[in-house]
């Protein structure tokens, strides 16, 4: 079916009248613009590509090839915000930026982008950002970072690629970003409301106020209306266009010439300022949300078709033929060229080949494991020695210790968040850090989980090594997605072509005798958990703690890795194990590595095998020790590694005695016992096996934590039932 607007486009260029007028081709394209003739050509021409590409995902979608058809109609304009930038300035797109992303492979040359975004739509390998996994739009050499779908997710991203660009030079790191580039990132009217996209905005601001650079231009494409539901008239202008330390401009979306000038001058003051600026650009949304959106459900029909005299590609022409640039008759030869163009392309792409396995499909999470496996430094004796090497520490100093010998060994790497730097953290675990190096590198953050994240996103994209702290781990929970969706996805998304490494310290578990309740005992992990890709190390002692935080650090430097660190808050500063005064959780540095996904076996019992981590492992011990007395022979296992388990490792201790307990201090339900139990089952375990854990409960206050904590009682009772008649 014919699209009005197509049809609209070319029925009102044939009734134009041609300009006697002849503007030449570096003369300004109208008198109250800087947009030359030559370029406005040139920025007609991806518009129409852009244009193309939307009848074209719904001419494929039509038969059955195509699977997107959000398109850019309506916004083509922002292809001027592209021509007013750099090409070397980062950018964080818009689903609706396709002209943005047009023009600036138009400036740089190489592949063609209309035939990229085909493939994108068909799901072909040959796509060459995602290679079948999503359309999206991104491309290496245009430093354009690919984006997902969760709108203003990217947000928070891009502050932290303004951030780095900076902050990597101040520290000698090399940036992909030149020290002059900016930051630019693109989202919708609607979006804007979200947390994630209000909160990125704050921190820019919030680091701009206190000096920081913060290079980073937002760009508002405002249609009116996000789906079905219209942004209040004035909404954007009225949020955004006072505010103290954010450069406010706003253009016709519609007319290149003024998005054009007022492009560049955002993108001139935000490169001298080295501060934020907001750039509202009215726009229209033609042909609805995507291909499957019905808009007369919603919208009346005139609300409709008024828009479609703003049509950005429509009043481009305009001024063309108005300035004499093209006759209509020109017009209408290059909109039917380029039609023909992009649907000999649509066609040629239509048909070849998508991801055909599991494994195709999931190339980029296995490789991330495997070099992230091999990647741990096998022997730390070299690592550099901030203390005593022989000295017995805490699990809180063996951490510390070691975020100061990573610091060492890392130049690029940086440690943050909140009350990470002047206080050392709410325990102490980073004590000390910002006095043996500098506030560049080890510092206070605001109070914003997203932002924390966010950061670290940027900044591992650009070249740093981001060690962002969050305080606990409920608090995880209310950013989880700047993990599960945003950095977890970059590298399967992008085929590995972009990472954001880093390495995600969290204090969290339960235990901590007579303090804190739910939100600062939190057990549950299984927001983590099942993330593909991620690497979560568990540690429960010192030792173990400071091997594997070298080992998270190398993960993420090598592989790209995202790893997310557990730390148990109530290990912190256990010295003891049976005894008062035995020093038994005290150890020294490590001298050796620790790969992911091996575990740690305690004892050689041949009665029962525990399976373990974190708090368990400490309680677990303790029950072994008491069965001996009893006759029962126990060996315990420290998993260590929650993702990927030490599958291997489970499985040859739990056969050596074919009776295992998993004791797991998470909740029943969606907890780590439960992959164990599954993992084991899955890889010929055949004995038997109990499974405790902690209550399906939020943690109470005070005593009453320990009627849902899983306990050392239930831990020992088990223990007996199953080694049965050995006692
Ligand atoms: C976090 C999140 N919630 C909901 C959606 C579903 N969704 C996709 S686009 C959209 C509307 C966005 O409107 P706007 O920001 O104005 O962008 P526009 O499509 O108008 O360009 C919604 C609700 C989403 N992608 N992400
Ligand atoms: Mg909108």
């Not at 979200?194 to 508002?220: D, E, K, R, W």
């Not at 993420?556 to 890795?561: L, N």
Request: with cysteine; hydrophobic share 45%; aromatic share 6%.
């Amino acid at each position: 079916m014919a699209e009005p607007i197509d049809e609209y486009f070319t029925a009102t260029v044939s009734a134009m009248a041609a300009s006697p007028r002849k503007r030449a081709d570096d003369q300004p394209v109208r008198d109250d613009t800087s947009l030359t003739t030559r370029v406005c050509l040139a920025l007609f021409d991806v518009a129409l590509g852009s244009r193309h590409l939307d009848l074209a995902a719904r001419w494929l979608r039509a038969q059955g090839k195509g699977y997107y058809t959000i398109g850019s109609s309506g916004h083509e304009g922002n292809a001027a915000v592209a021509a007013a930038l750099r090409p070397t300035d980062p950018a964080l797109l818009h689903y609706r930026s396709g002209g943005f992303f047009l023009a600036r492979a138009a400036a740089v040359g190489g592949r063609d982008p209309l035939r990229d975004v085909l493939l994108g739509m068909v799901a072909s390998v040959d796509e060459p950002m995602a290679g079948g996994r999503h359309k999206v739009f991104g491309r290496d050499d245009l430093n354009i970072i690919p984006q997902t779908s969760t709108i203003a997710s990217h947000l928070p991203r891009a502050v932290g690629v303004a951030f780095s660009i900076a902050r990597a030079k101040k520290l000698g790191v090399a940036c992909p970003w030149p020290d002059d580039a900016l930051a630019v990132c693109s989202f919708g009217d609607a979006s804007v409301n979200h947390s994630t996209a209000v909160g990125a905005i704050n921190t820019a601001m919030h680091s701009a106020y206190q000096g920081v650079p913060m290079p980073l231009l937002f760009v508002c494409e405002d249609n009116g209306i996000g789906i079905s539901v219209k942004t209040p008239r004035g909404w954007i202008e009225h949020t955004y266009g006072n505010r103290d330390g954010l450069r406010y401009l706003d253009a016709d979306g519609c007319d290149v010439a003024a998005t054009f000038d007022a492009a560049a001058e955002a993108a001139s003051w935000v490169r001298t300022h080295r501060r934020p600026a907001f750039l509202h650009l009215r726009m229209v949304r033609l042909m609805g949300h995507a291909g499957s959106d019905y808009e007369p459900a919603y919208r009346r029909p005139e609300e409709i078709t008024t828009d479609f005299d703003r049509d950005p590609v429509l009043r481009t022409a305009e001024l063309l033929v108005n300035q004499g640039a093209l006759t209509p008759t020109e017009v209408v030869e290059r909109y039917e060229a380029k039609r023909a163009n992009v649907i000999e392309l649509a066609g040629e792409v239509g048909d070849l080949p998508q991801l055909d396995s599991a494994s195709a499909v999931m190339k980029p999470l296995k490789d991330i494991l495997e070099e992230a496996v091999a990647a741990y430094p096998a022997s730390l004796a070299a690592a550099v020695r901030s203390g005593d090497p022989d000295a017995p520490l805490t699990l809180a100093l063996a951490i510390n210790r070691a975020l100061h010998d990573i610091l060492d060994r890392y130049p690029e790497a940086m440690i943050f968040g909140e009350d990470v730097a002047r206080k050392g953290g709410v325990y102490g675990v980073t004590r000390g850090l910002l006095g043996k190096t500098s506030s560049a590198r080890v510092f206070d953050t605001l109070l914003d989980e997203q932002a924390i994240l966010g950061l670290a996103l940027g900044a591992g994209l650009s070249g740093l090594l981001p060690i962002p702290e969050i305080q606990y781990l409920a608090y995880f929970h209310n950013a989880a997605d700047q993990i599960r969706g945003e950095g977890a996805t970059l590298q399967f998304f992008s085929d590995r072509q972009y990472r954001n490494p880093m390495v995600v310290r969290v204090a969290g578990y339960g235990y901590q005798k007579g303090f804190g309740g739910h939100f600062h005992n939190d057990d549950s992990i299984a927001a983590i958990r099942d993330i593909p890709g991620v690497v979560i190390a568990s540690p429960a002692r010192p030792d173990d703690a400071a091997a594997m935080l070298h080992t998270c650090a190398a993960a993420a430097k090598e592989a790209g890795a995202v790893c997310v660190f557990l730390e148990p808050i109530a290990l912190y500063h256990t010295r003891d194990l049976y005894d008062d005064g035995d020093d038994g959780w005290l150890a020294a540095y490590p001298t050796e590595g620790v790969p992911i996904g091996r575990a740690r076996t305690y004892g050689e019992g041949a009665d029962l095998t525990i399976l373990t981590f974190g708090n368990g492992l400490r309680m677990s011990l303790r029950v072994a020790h008491r069965l001996e007395t009893l006759g029962i022979g126990v060996r315990v296992v420290d998993l260590r590694w929650l993702a990927p388990l030490p599958v291997t490792d489970m499985v040859r201790e739990a056969s050596a005695t074919a009776r295992v307990l998993i004791v797991d201090e998470t909740r029943a339900t969606g907890g780590v016992g439960e992959g164990v139990l599954a993992e084991l089952l899955e890889h010929g375990y055949t004995g038997a096996v109990e499974r405790v854990a902690s209550r399906d409960s939020f943690i109470p206050l005070g005593d009453a934590a320990l009627d849902v904590l899983l306990s050392e009682d239930t831990i020992e009772a088990a223990a007996i039932k199953l080694a049965g008649g050995r006692a």
